[in-house]
């Protein structure tokens, strides 16, 4: 069966120019370039199976937001139409990401949730508490994009180099090549979880982010706007937030100073193939988390992971600037753990 009629309709990746990163909202505005037929589908949305009849809410990581789009998720009621899907914002007071979703799952206001971080221990332990349990089964893999001031004058950054630069050990550019200029770091806060809070454990190994980094950001378009006006600025977000912009621009990145700079992004689309390969150093996987008690809500979780995995929704992930888990032209799995 070829590639249905939605695939070639799709427009990729998701996020304006202009810094419209209606991400809160999981609301973005329609893609714009039509994709090319791809590879014969073997499993497509419409034949994904059990899918449970009822109004769902979802919500958590904004790195899922690409894929909240409001045609995939018109296509997915197109195909099943009783089933519905409602992107959910956090309670007053809490910011969207991974850890504010699970815990809503948790608690019962979502019936799955996104996360771009492994669920927890603790996560874990709570839901046993609460005579369920937890599932994360991984649908994408993403990459973190750092970025800077498109006037800065910089050839690139390492790993190293970056947790010194978000650390306050590195504070001007001329420490890595760059000019006499002052470090700006720019980043959310990594209590809200999921990305910065990734970015602590992972890049920054556990330590503090520098001082110079706060206030800290409400979110990526924020993030993206204030290294936009200002030249000494410099934040992370992934990869499909970040490539397609022009108010700011991506480093290439390596892992060590002996390493080539590997860069995140091909022009304005997602370098998807060094993520896949492992060849880029910041890389992650993105996962569905659902709650396993037997009910509706668990069904419909496992519903939205299967169709994400479904080899029409891995043709979807791809085109939104993440990337699949499977490879496209033979339906297997990469290698990457």
Not at 159 to 174: A, S
Request: charged share 20%; aromatic share 8%; with cysteine.
């Amino acid at each position: 069966m070829g590639v249905s009629k939605f695939l070639l309709q799709v427009i990729a990746a998701g996020i304006s120019s202009t810094v419209a990163l209606t991400t809160i909202t999981g609301s973005y505005l329609f893609w714009q370039a039509q994709l090319k037929p791809e590879a014969t589908e073997k499993n497509l949305l419409a034949q994904v199976s059990e899918v449970p009849r009822g109004i769902f809410r979802y919500g958590g990581s904004t790195s899922f937001a690409p894929l909240r789009n409001p045609e995939i998720i018109e296509q997915i009621h197109k195909y099943h139409p009783g089933y519905e899907l409602v992107y959910t914002e956090p309670p007053l007071g809490n910011m969207p990401g991974s850890g504010i979703g699970i815990k809503m799952l948790i608690d019962g206001q979502l019936s799955f949730s996104q996360s771009s971080r492994p669920v927890k221990q603790e996560e874990y332990k709570t839901a046993k508490e609460r005579n369920f349990q937890l599932e994360q089964i991984p649908v994408a893999i993403d990459g973190i994009a750092i970025y800077v001031n498109p006037k800065l004058d910089i050839p690139g950054v390492t790993v190293t180099q970056i947790r010194d630069i978000f650390t306050g050990k590195i504070t001007n550019w001329k420490q890595v090549g760059g000019p006499n200029l002052a470090i700006t770091p720019i980043s959310r806060d990594p209590h809200d979880e999921g990305t910065p809070e990734f970015f602590q454990e992972t890049v920054l190994e556990g330590t503090a982010f520098a001082a110079s980094a706060q206030p800290y950001v409400r979110d990526t378009t924020n993030g993206i706007r204030k290294v936009a006006n200002t030249l000494g600025g410099i934040g992370y977000a992934t990869a499909s937030e970040v490539c397609n912009q022009s108010l700011i621009k991506s480093l290439p990145t390596g892992k060590n100073i002996n390493q080539d700079l590997v860069s995140p992004c091909n022009a304005k689309e997602v370098n998807k193939a060094v993520f896949a390969k492992n060849i880029y150093p910041i890389t992650r996987r993105l996962f569905v988390v659902i709650k396993r008690d037997g009910k509706l809500d668990e069904k419909a979780g496992v519903a939205y992971a299967n169709m994400l995995l479904s080899d029409e929704g891995q043709h979807i992930v791809n085109h939104v600037g993440l990337v699949p888990l499977y490879d496209l032209s033979y339906s297997s799995p990469n290698m990457q753990d």
